[in-house]
């Protein structure tokens, strides 16, 4: 993906931020389209089809958190940054663990913004995609559960599961180790990086999400188990009744 092709969704209430960093970001060579309230947003994420979204948290009527659910029902996954207060942590918390893949407090530079963007999305083509000469050929099988690593498809039975790539990468690991239990430490280290600094109630955000996909009952999940005290592990004995 070249720069000219990257497409910017910006939904922040104040027009004069929505106005300078679309015009910071235009003159770099993005494609911008600026919101200031969420009553297009739905239509907007459908028709313009953004490679990444901003979103501001506080804004009146519907605020950022509310848009990231909305985009994390979403059957086609988009890459989120949260603009936050400086001082509220738990903003930033929240957002992280509503599926948000970066934030940036107020005030912020308008190069540190674009920064995060290449960022976010370096760590998005790295996740998607790699070179043919690199593509690993392994599929993992676990009873009717199938993990295709070179084309990155989930499946259970006939069912193709449409993961993110953090839920992707925690299932890879999962069905590698089966019975094996990873805590959170282990999780966020393998999954998201030894560099990120993130909280343990990400890994719980993401697990929860990710049993909704794949679970019959997420309440009483039978592929990945709770391990109390401990973490989450791959139920080595499920028995793919599926």
Known sequence: ???????????????????????????????????????????????????????????????????????????????????????????????????????????????????RIKSVLRRMRVDRHYPDDQAPSQTIFRGDIVIDLSNRILKIGNRKIDLTPKEFELMKLFLSNPGKAFNRDELLEKVWGSNYKGYHRTIDSHINRLRLKIETNPDQPEIISTVWGVGYKLNEDYQYKR
């Not at 494609?31 to 009553?39: F, H, P, Q, V």
């Not at 947003?41 to 990444?52: A, Q, S």
């Not at 929240?94 to 005030?107: H, Q």
């Open 1 to 115: 993906m070249t720069r000219t092709e990257i497409k910017v969704l910006l939904v922040d209430d104040d027009p004069e931020i929505t106005k300078s960093i679309s015009a910071y970001l235009e003159t770099s060579g993005y494609r911008i389209t600026a919101l200031n309230s969420s009553e297009q947003f739905e239509e907007t994420l459908r028709t313009f089809d953004p490679d990444i979204i901003i979103l501001d948290i506080i804004m009146p009527r519907v605020d950022g958190f509310e848009l990231c659910r909305l985009v994390r029902r979403s059957p086609a996954y988009y890459p989120i940054i949260m603009l936050t207060s400086k001082s509220d942590v738990v903003d930033k918390v929240v957002g992280l663990e509503m599926g948000a893949d970066d934030y940036i407090s107020k005030p912020f530079s308008l190069r540190e913004l674009e920064a």
